[in-house]
């Protein structure tokens, strides 16, 4: 079975079994899966600012994700 043409964005928390376990089923199911994985303190990804898809999925991410990035999904 191929995988849909939705775009995800995955936000969690580095080193997380959860969260790996979370972003590997984005890699598998969505085409394709931008997947960003941050510690506390970590600044804002430049990738957040450019990127635009369908899915926005957050499991313990360290960022609040800005308003314009919300939009974009």
Do not use: H
């Not at 890699?27 to 990127?51: E, M, Q, Y």
Request: hydrophobic share 40%; net charge neutral.
């Amino acid at each position: 079975m191929d995988r849909p043409f939705y775009s995800v964005l995955f936000l969690g928390k580095r080193d997380d079994g959860q969260c790996e376990e979370a972003a590997d089923f984005c890699r598998r199911k969505f085409n394709p899966a931008n997947i960003l994985l941050g510690d506390w303190g970590a600044p804002l990804p430049d990738a957040l600012t450019g990127w635009s898809g369908d899915l926005i999925v957050s499991l313990r991410s360290r960022w609040i994700v800005p308003p314009d990035v919300l939009r974009k999904a």
